[in-house]
């Protein structure tokens, strides 16, 4: 019975994770403008949801303890994306998300993740310019 109900856990809370920002980007995407959505808001948003994964990451907790993050910071890129995108920063979204996976050397997840240099990669491409 226990290991029914965590297994049902598991796949809601991912269910869950896979929606969770679809409404907002279809405002987005319907209004064709970010008028009321926070860049700042946004990018410490997935600071924090970085971190984390990096963390669980690190330190080796099993998959499914932290499998919602990555579907969670998926869907914050592409939101930070469609910010840019109708705020007339396209450029700027462009450079971000070629260079982002780019920047390390790599394309793995812990790689992508894992990286010291995020924060400060963040800061000069979104928050100086702004």
Known sequence: MA???LE???WSTWAVCAVIKLPQLAAVLTARSARGVSVGSVLL????FLVFL??????GYPLQTYLEY???IAQDVILLLFILRFNGNMKRALFYAVTYPLKSGNF???SLFGSSLHS?????CFVLPL
């Open 45 to 48: 948003e997935l600071a924090g």
């Open 120 to 124: 400060s990669y963040v800061i000069i």
């Open 108 to 110: 793995g997840l812990c």
């Open 70 to 72: 990555p579907i969670i």
């Open 8 to 10: 049902l856990a598991h």
């Open 54 to 59: 990096r963390y669980q990451i690190y330190y």
């Open 3 to 5: 290991p029914t109900l």
